[in-house]
Protein backbone atom coordinates (compact mmCIF):
# COMPACT_ATOMS: atom_id res chain seq x y z
CA UNK A 1 0.00 0.00 0.00
CA UNK A 2 2.27 2.56 0.64
CA UNK A 3 4.32 1.30 -1.83
CA UNK A 4 1.61 2.37 -4.40
CA UNK A 5 1.30 5.62 -2.61
CA UNK A 6 4.58 6.15 -2.96
CA UNK A 7 5.03 5.74 -6.60
CA UNK A 8 1.84 7.69 -7.16
CA UNK A 9 3.37 10.25 -5.54
CA UNK A 10 6.32 10.48 -7.50
CA UNK A 11 4.93 10.60 -10.58
CA UNK A 12 2.95 13.21 -10.42
CA UNK A 13 6.19 14.86 -9.57
CA UNK A 14 7.83 13.50 -12.11
CA UNK A 15 5.80 12.47 -14.52
CA UNK A 16 6.52 9.35 -16.95
CA UNK A 17 5.59 8.66 -20.57
CA UNK A 18 2.65 6.23 -20.49
CA UNK A 19 4.14 4.18 -23.51
CA UNK A 20 6.65 3.40 -21.68
CA UNK A 21 6.26 -0.59 -19.63
CA UNK A 22 5.62 -0.45 -16.02
CA UNK A 23 9.41 -1.34 -14.95
CA UNK A 24 10.96 1.84 -17.29
CA UNK A 25 8.20 4.18 -15.93
CA UNK A 26 9.11 2.66 -12.15
CA UNK A 27 13.11 3.13 -12.61
CA UNK A 28 12.61 6.58 -14.24
CA UNK A 29 10.47 8.10 -11.01
CA UNK A 30 12.10 6.26 -8.63
CA UNK A 31 15.33 7.62 -9.73
CA UNK A 32 14.09 11.49 -9.95
CA UNK A 33 13.53 10.86 -6.89
CA UNK A 34 16.97 10.17 -5.63
CA UNK A 35 18.28 13.06 -6.97
CA UNK A 36 16.47 14.89 -3.93
CA UNK A 37 18.67 14.56 -0.84
CA UNK A 38 16.31 14.13 1.60
CA UNK A 39 15.31 10.63 -0.41
CA UNK A 40 17.59 8.45 1.73
CA UNK A 41 17.55 10.59 4.93
CA UNK A 42 20.59 11.56 5.04
CA UNK A 43 20.63 14.73 3.38
CA UNK A 44 23.36 13.05 0.91
CA UNK A 45 22.43 11.90 -2.70
CA UNK A 46 23.56 8.44 -3.39
CA UNK A 47 25.20 8.98 -6.62
CA UNK A 48 26.86 5.48 -7.24
CA UNK A 49 23.16 3.78 -7.02
CA UNK A 50 21.22 6.97 -8.91
CA UNK A 51 23.94 6.33 -11.96
CA UNK A 52 23.64 2.64 -11.90
CA UNK A 53 19.83 3.14 -12.42
CA UNK A 54 19.78 5.24 -14.72
CA UNK A 55 22.12 3.23 -16.86
CA UNK A 56 19.52 0.29 -16.28
CA UNK A 57 16.94 2.93 -17.37
CA UNK A 58 19.29 3.86 -20.73
CA UNK A 59 19.25 -0.08 -21.51
CA UNK A 60 15.75 -1.45 -21.32
CA UNK A 61 14.76 2.30 -23.12
CA UNK A 62 17.85 1.13 -26.12
CA UNK A 63 16.63 -2.14 -26.19
CA UNK A 64 14.92 -2.60 -29.20
CA UNK A 65 13.12 -5.93 -27.51
CA UNK A 66 11.75 -3.94 -24.88
CA UNK A 67 11.22 -0.26 -25.16
CA UNK A 68 13.30 0.74 -27.62
CA UNK A 69 10.96 -0.46 -30.57
CA UNK A 70 11.80 1.12 -33.70
CA UNK A 71 15.47 2.90 -32.91
CA UNK A 72 17.11 2.99 -35.78
CA UNK A 73 21.06 3.01 -35.78
CA UNK A 74 22.53 6.60 -36.65
CA UNK A 75 22.51 6.96 -40.23
CA UNK A 76 20.41 4.14 -41.06
CA UNK A 77 24.11 2.26 -41.61
CA UNK A 78 23.94 -1.56 -39.81
CA UNK A 79 25.77 -1.93 -36.18
CA UNK A 80 27.08 0.97 -33.88
CA UNK A 81 29.31 4.25 -35.18
CA UNK A 82 31.87 4.80 -32.44
CA UNK A 83 33.99 8.19 -31.93
CA UNK A 84 37.01 7.68 -30.89
CA UNK A 85 37.96 9.29 -26.83
CA UNK A 86 33.81 8.95 -26.18
CA UNK A 87 31.77 5.78 -27.50
CA UNK A 88 29.14 4.55 -29.28
CA UNK A 89 26.75 7.44 -30.79
CA UNK A 90 23.52 8.14 -30.28
CA UNK A 91 20.11 6.72 -32.27
CA UNK A 92 17.74 7.86 -34.90
CA UNK A 93 14.67 8.41 -32.31
CA UNK A 94 12.54 10.60 -34.91
CA UNK A 95 9.79 7.65 -35.07
CA UNK A 96 9.12 7.95 -31.40
CA UNK A 97 6.56 10.08 -29.69
CA UNK A 98 7.50 13.22 -28.21
CA UNK A 99 6.73 12.17 -24.68
CA UNK A 100 8.99 9.39 -25.09
CA UNK A 101 11.99 11.32 -26.52
CA UNK A 102 11.75 14.06 -23.86
CA UNK A 103 11.71 11.43 -21.16
CA UNK A 104 14.82 9.56 -23.23
CA UNK A 105 16.37 13.13 -22.89
CA UNK A 106 15.89 13.32 -19.27
CA UNK A 107 17.12 10.46 -18.51
CA UNK A 108 20.31 10.74 -20.49
CA UNK A 109 20.92 13.95 -19.05
CA UNK A 110 20.47 12.35 -15.51
CA UNK A 111 23.12 9.69 -16.27
CA UNK A 112 25.22 12.57 -17.36
CA UNK A 113 24.63 14.62 -13.80
CA UNK A 114 25.69 11.28 -12.28
CA UNK A 115 28.99 10.93 -14.25
CA UNK A 116 30.02 14.18 -13.25
CA UNK A 117 29.91 13.12 -9.72
CA UNK A 118 30.88 10.07 -10.04
CA UNK A 119 34.27 11.15 -11.83
CA UNK A 120 37.64 10.36 -10.30
CA UNK A 121 35.08 7.71 -8.76
CA UNK A 122 36.57 3.55 -8.91
CA UNK A 123 34.22 0.81 -8.36
CA UNK A 124 35.60 -2.30 -6.16
CA UNK A 125 35.20 -5.30 -8.47
CA UNK A 126 35.72 -8.09 -5.96
CA UNK A 127 32.48 -6.06 -4.07
CA UNK A 128 30.44 -4.30 -6.45
CA UNK A 129 31.12 -1.24 -4.08
CA UNK A 130 32.02 2.51 -5.31
CA UNK A 131 34.97 4.78 -3.87
CA UNK A 132 36.42 7.99 -4.49
CA UNK A 133 39.97 7.45 -5.99
CA UNK A 134 42.09 9.44 -3.25
CA UNK A 135 41.10 6.46 -0.35
CA UNK A 136 42.03 3.45 -2.77
CA UNK A 137 45.56 1.79 -1.14
CA UNK A 138 48.02 1.10 -3.86
CA UNK A 139 51.19 2.19 -5.75
CA UNK A 140 49.41 5.25 -7.15
CA UNK A 141 47.94 6.67 -3.87
CA UNK A 142 50.81 6.32 -1.57
CA UNK A 143 49.09 8.36 1.27
CA UNK A 144 45.17 7.71 0.68
CA UNK A 145 42.82 9.52 2.94
CA UNK A 146 40.51 7.31 5.66
CA UNK A 147 37.42 6.49 4.92
CA UNK A 148 34.61 7.70 6.57
CA UNK A 149 33.12 6.63 10.14
CA UNK A 150 31.31 2.89 9.15
CA UNK A 151 32.12 2.88 5.60
CA UNK A 152 33.02 -0.24 4.07
CA UNK A 153 37.42 -0.95 4.38
CA UNK A 154 39.07 0.86 1.17
CA UNK A 155 39.79 -1.25 -1.73
CA UNK A 156 43.08 -2.14 -3.51
CA UNK A 157 44.26 -0.56 -6.14
CA UNK A 158 44.21 -3.83 -8.19
CA UNK A 159 40.80 -4.53 -7.83
CA UNK A 160 39.55 -1.62 -8.85
CA UNK A 161 38.05 -0.24 -12.58
CA UNK A 162 36.41 3.19 -13.43
CA UNK A 163 33.10 3.20 -11.37
CA UNK A 164 31.10 4.95 -14.15
CA UNK A 165 31.46 6.27 -17.61
CA UNK A 166 32.84 9.92 -18.34
CA UNK A 167 30.16 12.43 -18.71
CA UNK A 168 31.03 13.35 -22.09
CA UNK A 169 30.19 9.97 -23.19
CA UNK A 170 26.33 10.58 -22.41
CA UNK A 171 26.51 14.70 -23.53
CA UNK A 172 27.90 13.16 -27.16
CA UNK A 173 25.24 10.56 -26.87
CA UNK A 174 22.10 13.72 -26.81
CA UNK A 175 24.48 15.97 -29.06
CA UNK A 176 24.79 12.96 -31.55
CA UNK A 177 21.03 11.30 -31.43
CA UNK A 178 18.56 12.17 -34.28
CA UNK A 179 15.49 13.57 -33.17
CA UNK A 180 15.64 15.73 -30.25
CA UNK A 181 14.49 19.21 -30.32
CA UNK A 182 17.55 21.97 -30.76
CA UNK A 183 16.84 23.24 -27.20
CA UNK A 184 17.71 20.00 -25.89
CA UNK A 185 20.73 19.43 -28.23
CA UNK A 186 21.81 22.91 -27.06
CA UNK A 187 21.04 22.71 -23.14
CA UNK A 188 23.46 19.46 -23.55
CA UNK A 189 26.22 21.46 -25.59
CA UNK A 190 25.97 24.06 -22.63
CA UNK A 191 25.87 21.35 -19.74
CA UNK A 192 29.29 19.71 -21.58
CA UNK A 193 30.87 22.58 -21.78
CA UNK A 194 29.98 24.26 -18.22
CA UNK A 195 31.80 20.41 -17.03
CA UNK A 196 34.82 21.04 -19.21
CA UNK A 197 34.80 24.71 -17.54
CA UNK A 198 34.84 23.37 -14.40
CA UNK A 199 37.88 20.42 -15.30
CA UNK A 200 40.04 23.58 -16.64
CA UNK A 201 39.65 23.01 -20.02
CA UNK A 202 38.77 26.22 -21.22
CA UNK A 203 39.73 25.97 -24.72
CA UNK A 204 37.68 22.58 -25.39
CA UNK A 205 35.00 24.50 -23.41
CA UNK A 206 35.11 27.27 -26.20
CA UNK A 207 34.46 24.89 -28.53
CA UNK A 208 31.44 23.31 -27.47
CA UNK A 209 30.08 26.93 -26.78
CA UNK A 210 31.01 27.74 -30.69
CA UNK A 211 28.75 24.26 -31.33
CA UNK A 212 26.20 25.69 -29.21
CA UNK A 213 26.34 28.50 -31.46
CA UNK A 214 25.98 26.93 -34.59
CA UNK A 215 23.17 24.57 -32.96
CA UNK A 216 21.02 27.76 -32.17
CA UNK A 217 22.07 29.82 -35.79
CA UNK A 218 21.37 26.30 -38.17
CA UNK A 219 17.75 26.06 -36.66
CA UNK A 220 16.52 29.49 -38.02
CA UNK A 221 14.44 29.24 -41.50
CA UNK A 222 16.17 29.34 -44.36
CA UNK A 223 16.85 32.58 -46.03
CA UNK A 224 17.63 34.05 -42.50
CA UNK A 225 21.47 33.91 -41.74
CA UNK A 226 22.40 37.50 -40.27
CA UNK A 227 21.43 36.97 -37.01
CA UNK A 228 24.53 36.82 -35.04
CA UNK A 229 27.94 36.87 -36.45
CA UNK A 230 29.04 33.21 -35.39
CA UNK A 231 32.92 34.50 -35.26
CA UNK A 232 32.26 37.08 -32.72
CA UNK A 233 28.76 36.37 -30.83
CA UNK A 234 27.90 39.25 -31.41
CA UNK A 235 24.04 39.62 -32.43
CA UNK A 236 22.98 42.10 -35.34
CA UNK A 237 21.55 45.54 -34.73
CA UNK A 238 18.92 44.92 -37.13
CA UNK A 239 18.34 41.70 -36.54
CA UNK A 240 14.39 40.98 -35.69
CA UNK A 241 14.42 37.07 -35.66
CA UNK A 242 16.02 36.88 -32.53
CA UNK A 243 15.02 33.70 -30.90
CA UNK A 244 15.27 32.23 -27.43
CA UNK A 245 18.18 29.61 -28.21
CA UNK A 246 20.28 32.66 -29.80
CA UNK A 247 20.00 34.88 -26.67
CA UNK A 248 20.94 31.35 -24.50
CA UNK A 249 23.71 30.44 -27.13
CA UNK A 250 25.57 33.97 -27.02
CA UNK A 251 24.76 34.75 -23.29
CA UNK A 252 26.99 31.51 -22.27
CA UNK A 253 29.51 32.42 -24.73
CA UNK A 254 29.82 35.79 -23.18
CA UNK A 255 30.14 34.59 -19.75
CA UNK A 256 32.50 32.10 -21.10
CA UNK A 257 34.69 35.02 -22.24
CA UNK A 258 34.00 36.82 -18.86
CA UNK A 259 35.04 34.02 -16.79
CA UNK A 260 38.42 33.63 -18.81
CA UNK A 261 39.21 37.14 -18.53
CA UNK A 262 38.87 37.79 -22.20
CA UNK A 263 36.76 41.14 -20.73
CA UNK A 264 37.25 43.17 -23.84
CA UNK A 265 35.50 40.16 -26.20
CA UNK A 266 32.67 39.45 -23.53
CA UNK A 267 31.19 43.19 -23.08
CA UNK A 268 30.15 43.89 -26.84
CA UNK A 269 28.73 40.23 -27.15
CA UNK A 270 26.50 41.27 -23.78
CA UNK A 271 25.92 44.93 -25.06
CA UNK A 272 24.04 43.00 -28.27
CA UNK A 273 22.18 40.63 -25.81
CA UNK A 274 21.10 43.72 -24.16
CA UNK A 275 19.87 45.41 -27.33
CA UNK A 276 18.34 42.67 -28.77
CA UNK A 277 16.20 42.16 -24.91
CA UNK A 278 15.56 45.49 -25.52
CA UNK A 279 14.21 45.34 -29.09
CA UNK A 280 12.11 42.48 -28.75
CA UNK A 281 8.37 42.55 -29.67
CA UNK A 282 5.68 42.35 -27.09
CA UNK A 283 3.88 39.47 -26.08
CA UNK A 284 -0.39 40.49 -26.41
CA UNK A 285 -1.88 40.31 -23.32
CA UNK A 286 -4.58 37.14 -23.05
CA UNK A 287 -8.11 38.41 -20.91
CA UNK A 288 -8.54 35.71 -18.85
CA UNK A 289 -12.15 35.57 -18.02
CA UNK A 290 -12.93 34.07 -14.45
CA UNK A 291 -16.52 33.58 -12.94
CA UNK A 292 -18.24 35.91 -10.90
CA UNK A 293 -17.87 35.70 -7.30
CA UNK A 294 -21.62 36.48 -6.77
CA UNK A 295 -22.82 33.97 -9.38
CA UNK A 296 -20.50 31.29 -8.33
CA UNK A 297 -21.66 28.05 -7.31
CA UNK A 298 -20.07 26.48 -4.23
CA UNK A 299 -21.67 23.05 -4.35
CA UNK A 300 -20.56 22.63 -8.10
CA UNK A 301 -17.34 23.63 -7.24
CA UNK A 302 -16.76 20.96 -4.24
CA UNK A 303 -18.36 18.24 -6.63
CA UNK A 304 -16.36 18.90 -9.20
CA UNK A 305 -13.40 18.79 -6.98
CA UNK A 306 -14.17 15.56 -5.85
CA UNK A 307 -14.63 14.14 -9.03
CA UNK A 308 -12.01 15.67 -10.37
CA UNK A 309 -9.31 14.11 -7.55
CA UNK A 310 -11.19 10.75 -8.26
CA UNK A 311 -10.54 10.99 -11.73
CA UNK A 312 -6.69 11.33 -11.46
CA UNK A 313 -6.21 8.58 -9.13
CA UNK A 314 -7.88 6.19 -11.25
CA UNK A 315 -6.36 7.36 -14.07
CA UNK A 316 -3.48 9.56 -13.12
CA UNK A 317 -2.10 12.52 -14.15
CA UNK A 318 -1.28 13.16 -18.28
CA UNK A 319 2.05 14.08 -19.11
CA UNK A 320 3.03 17.63 -19.54
CA UNK A 321 2.63 19.24 -22.21
CA UNK A 322 5.89 19.70 -25.06
CA UNK A 323 8.40 22.63 -23.71
CA UNK A 324 8.99 25.79 -26.32
CA UNK A 325 11.63 24.65 -29.08
CA UNK A 326 13.53 28.28 -28.78
CA UNK A 327 13.80 28.20 -32.88
CA UNK A 328 10.90 31.23 -32.95
CA UNK A 329 11.55 34.44 -32.22
CA UNK A 330 11.48 35.53 -28.65
CA UNK A 331 9.05 38.23 -27.55
CA UNK A 332 9.32 40.44 -24.06
CA UNK A 333 7.74 39.06 -21.67
CA UNK A 334 8.42 38.69 -17.73
CA UNK A 335 10.95 36.02 -18.26
CA UNK A 336 13.36 38.18 -20.68
CA UNK A 337 12.55 41.45 -18.39
CA UNK A 338 14.50 39.26 -15.59
CA UNK A 339 17.63 37.81 -17.95
CA UNK A 340 17.56 41.92 -19.11
CA UNK A 341 18.32 42.36 -15.67
CA UNK A 342 20.62 39.86 -15.43
CA UNK A 343 22.54 40.93 -17.93
CA UNK A 344 22.90 44.49 -17.00
CA UNK A 345 24.62 43.09 -13.94
CA UNK A 346 27.05 40.84 -16.31
CA UNK A 347 27.76 44.14 -17.81
CA UNK A 348 28.36 45.84 -14.73
CA UNK A 349 30.44 43.21 -13.23
CA UNK A 350 32.84 43.58 -16.19
CA UNK A 351 32.63 47.26 -16.42
CA UNK A 352 33.99 47.71 -12.86
CA UNK A 353 36.23 45.14 -13.50
CA UNK A 354 38.20 47.21 -16.28
CA UNK A 355 41.11 48.99 -15.17
CA UNK A 356 40.39 51.37 -18.08
CA UNK A 357 36.95 51.91 -19.55
CA UNK A 358 36.88 51.91 -23.50
CA UNK A 359 34.98 55.23 -24.66
CA UNK A 360 34.29 53.38 -27.83
CA UNK A 361 32.55 50.77 -26.21
CA UNK A 362 30.90 53.10 -23.57
CA UNK A 363 29.54 54.92 -26.39
CA UNK A 364 27.21 52.02 -26.90
CA UNK A 365 26.12 51.94 -23.98
CA UNK A 366 22.55 52.10 -23.17
CA UNK A 367 22.07 52.29 -19.41
CA UNK A 368 18.24 53.76 -18.41
CA UNK A 369 20.35 55.25 -15.46
CA UNK A 370 21.78 58.82 -16.32
CA UNK A 371 24.21 58.73 -14.03
CA UNK A 372 26.16 56.46 -16.56
CA UNK A 373 26.24 59.13 -19.44
CA UNK A 374 28.18 61.32 -16.50
CA UNK A 375 30.77 58.42 -15.82
CA UNK A 376 34.42 58.78 -16.22
CA UNK A 377 35.91 55.86 -15.11
CA UNK A 378 35.04 52.12 -14.72
CA UNK A 379 34.33 51.79 -11.59
CA UNK A 380 31.08 54.79 -11.47
CA UNK A 381 29.84 52.87 -14.67
CA UNK A 382 29.60 49.74 -13.09
CA UNK A 383 27.95 50.49 -10.43
CA UNK A 384 25.81 52.33 -12.10
CA UNK A 385 24.48 49.42 -14.13
CA UNK A 386 24.67 47.38 -11.49
CA UNK A 387 21.95 49.93 -9.85
CA UNK A 388 20.17 49.67 -12.79
CA UNK A 389 20.12 45.60 -12.47
CA UNK A 390 18.36 45.80 -8.98
CA UNK A 391 15.91 48.51 -9.80
CA UNK A 392 14.57 46.35 -12.76
CA UNK A 393 14.81 43.01 -10.85
CA UNK A 394 13.43 44.72 -8.31
CA UNK A 395 10.10 46.05 -10.37
CA UNK A 396 9.40 43.36 -12.19
CA UNK A 397 9.77 40.37 -9.02
CA UNK A 398 7.31 43.44 -7.86
CA UNK A 399 4.85 43.22 -10.63
CA UNK A 400 4.87 39.75 -10.60
CA UNK A 401 4.10 39.23 -6.94
CA UNK A 402 1.40 41.84 -7.43
CA UNK A 403 -0.47 39.77 -10.57
CA UNK A 404 -0.45 36.91 -8.68
CA UNK A 405 -1.91 38.03 -5.38
CA UNK A 406 -4.52 39.40 -7.71
CA UNK A 407 -5.20 35.87 -8.72
CA UNK A 408 -5.15 34.09 -5.93
CA UNK A 409 -7.48 36.52 -3.78
CA UNK A 410 -9.71 36.13 -6.95
CA UNK A 411 -9.89 32.10 -6.69
CA UNK A 412 -10.25 32.48 -3.13
CA UNK A 413 -13.32 34.04 -3.15
CA UNK A 414 -14.55 31.62 -5.36
CA UNK A 415 -13.55 28.30 -3.80
CA UNK A 416 -14.22 27.27 0.05
CA UNK A 417 -10.82 25.89 0.08
CA UNK A 418 -7.65 28.21 1.69
CA UNK A 419 -5.88 30.64 -0.39
CA UNK A 420 -2.88 29.02 -0.09
CA UNK A 421 -3.76 25.50 -1.51
CA UNK A 422 -5.13 27.58 -4.47
CA UNK A 423 -1.89 29.95 -4.98
CA UNK A 424 0.36 27.11 -6.82
CA UNK A 425 -2.78 25.94 -8.53
CA UNK A 426 -3.26 29.51 -10.39
CA UNK A 427 0.07 29.94 -10.79
CA UNK A 428 1.63 28.99 -14.63
CA UNK A 429 4.91 27.26 -14.93
CA UNK A 430 5.91 31.04 -16.97
CA UNK A 431 4.95 33.01 -13.91
CA UNK A 432 7.16 30.89 -11.81
CA UNK A 433 9.93 30.88 -13.80
CA UNK A 434 10.01 34.77 -14.32
CA UNK A 435 9.64 35.11 -10.85
CA UNK A 436 12.69 32.50 -10.03
CA UNK A 437 14.82 34.05 -12.05
CA UNK A 438 14.17 37.74 -11.22
CA UNK A 439 14.60 36.88 -7.26
CA UNK A 440 18.22 35.08 -8.78
CA UNK A 441 19.05 38.15 -10.51
CA UNK A 442 18.14 40.36 -7.47
CA UNK A 443 20.17 38.41 -4.96
CA UNK A 444 23.29 38.42 -7.17
CA UNK A 445 23.46 41.89 -8.63
CA UNK A 446 22.76 42.99 -4.94
CA UNK A 447 25.39 41.16 -3.81
CA UNK A 448 27.73 42.25 -6.30
CA UNK A 449 26.12 46.02 -5.39
CA UNK A 450 27.78 45.53 -1.96
CA UNK A 451 31.09 44.26 -2.77
CA UNK A 452 31.35 47.10 -5.01
CA UNK A 453 30.61 49.75 -2.51
CA UNK A 454 32.93 48.07 -0.02
CA UNK A 455 35.92 48.17 -2.21
CA UNK A 456 35.27 51.98 -3.02
CA UNK A 457 35.13 52.26 0.90
CA UNK A 458 38.13 50.66 1.32
CA UNK A 459 39.27 53.03 -1.11
CA UNK A 460 38.18 55.89 0.02
CA UNK A 461 39.42 55.33 3.94
CA UNK A 462 43.13 54.64 2.25
CA UNK A 463 42.76 57.79 0.80
CA UNK A 464 41.51 59.65 3.88
CA UNK A 465 44.00 58.02 5.77
CA UNK A 466 46.84 59.34 3.53
CA UNK A 467 45.46 62.86 3.18
CA UNK A 468 45.93 62.92 7.03
CA UNK A 469 49.42 61.75 7.31
CA UNK A 470 50.27 64.49 4.99
CA UNK A 471 48.35 67.19 6.95
CA UNK A 472 46.31 68.28 3.68
CA UNK A 473 44.32 67.57 0.45
CA UNK A 474 46.58 66.67 -2.71
CA UNK A 475 44.95 67.78 -5.88
CA UNK A 476 43.90 64.97 -8.25
CA UNK A 477 40.61 63.57 -9.36
CA UNK A 478 39.23 60.61 -7.55
CA UNK A 479 38.23 58.11 -10.35
CA UNK A 480 41.92 58.55 -12.26
CA UNK A 481 43.80 57.45 -9.03
CA UNK A 482 44.27 60.58 -7.17
CA UNK A 483 43.12 61.72 -3.70
CA UNK A 484 39.47 61.90 -3.07
CA UNK A 485 38.08 65.19 -3.66
CA UNK A 486 36.86 67.32 -0.54
CA UNK A 487 32.99 66.95 -1.58
CA UNK A 488 33.43 63.26 -1.86
CA UNK A 489 34.58 62.29 1.40
CA UNK A 490 32.38 59.94 3.29
CA UNK A 491 30.49 59.29 -0.49
CA UNK A 492 30.70 55.57 -0.19
CA UNK A 493 29.83 55.35 3.69
CA UNK A 494 27.34 56.80 3.26
CA UNK A 495 25.86 54.75 -0.15
CA UNK A 496 26.88 51.97 2.22
CA UNK A 497 24.27 52.87 5.01
CA UNK A 498 21.48 53.43 1.89
CA UNK A 499 22.69 50.31 0.49
CA UNK A 500 22.26 48.53 3.96
CA UNK A 501 18.77 49.63 3.93
CA UNK A 502 17.87 48.47 0.47
CA UNK A 503 19.62 44.98 1.29
CA UNK A 504 16.70 44.56 4.39
CA UNK A 505 13.68 45.52 2.10
CA UNK A 506 15.38 43.08 -0.77
CA UNK A 507 15.34 40.30 1.77
CA UNK A 508 11.46 40.52 3.16
CA UNK A 509 10.87 40.82 -0.56
CA UNK A 510 12.77 37.52 -1.38
CA UNK A 511 11.68 35.93 1.92
CA UNK A 512 8.19 36.43 0.36
CA UNK A 513 9.01 34.86 -2.72
CA UNK A 514 10.93 31.93 -1.12
CA UNK A 515 8.17 29.45 -1.49
CA UNK A 516 8.34 29.74 -5.02
CA UNK A 517 12.08 29.18 -5.26
CA UNK A 518 11.60 25.81 -3.11
CA UNK A 519 13.66 23.08 -3.28
CA UNK A 520 14.12 22.43 -6.69
CA UNK A 521 16.22 25.62 -7.19
CA UNK A 522 19.70 24.59 -6.43
CA UNK A 523 23.10 25.95 -7.55
CA UNK A 524 24.70 24.05 -10.09
CA UNK A 525 27.83 21.89 -8.85
CA UNK A 526 29.47 19.21 -8.15
CA UNK A 527 30.17 17.81 -4.57
CA UNK A 528 32.37 15.18 -2.92
CA UNK A 529 29.71 13.95 -0.91
CA UNK A 530 30.04 10.85 0.72
CA UNK A 531 27.57 8.08 0.05
CA UNK A 532 28.97 4.87 -0.73
CA UNK A 533 26.74 2.61 -3.05
CA UNK A 534 26.17 -0.15 -5.66
CA UNK A 535 27.54 0.10 -8.86
Known amino acids: MLFGIENERLERRFPSPREWSWVSRWLYRSTRGDELPQANGSGLIDWAKTGQDYRQLLERLEDTQLDGKGLRPLLGVDGDIYMVGIGKSGFDISVKSEPWRRGYYAAVMGAARAAEHLDTWVRDKTRNIAFPSDVVTGPSNPYPKPVPYGAKTAPLEENCEPAFEPPEYYYMKIITTHGFSSRQRLDAVLAYADWLEFKGLPASAKDMYDWGLDIANGALPLGINDVVDTNTGIINPQATYVTPNILLATTALARHHAQNQNLSTALPIYLSILRAQRNLAHLPSKSVKSASPDSFDVEDSVLSLVVSIARSFLIGPSYPDPPVSGDFPATRSPITICEEAATMAHIGEILFAFPTTPSSILSHSTSPSTSIKKATSAHSSGLAWTRDSVALAEQTLHSLSSSVQGQSSTSARS ?108 VRGRGRDWVSGVT
Open 415 to 522: STFPKTSLRSQNLSYEMNTARQRCTECLLSSMQNWKLMVAQLRQQEAAKRGARRSHGRAPQGWFWSGGSVDIDERGRWEREADILEVKSKEVSRLVKEEGWVIGEGVT
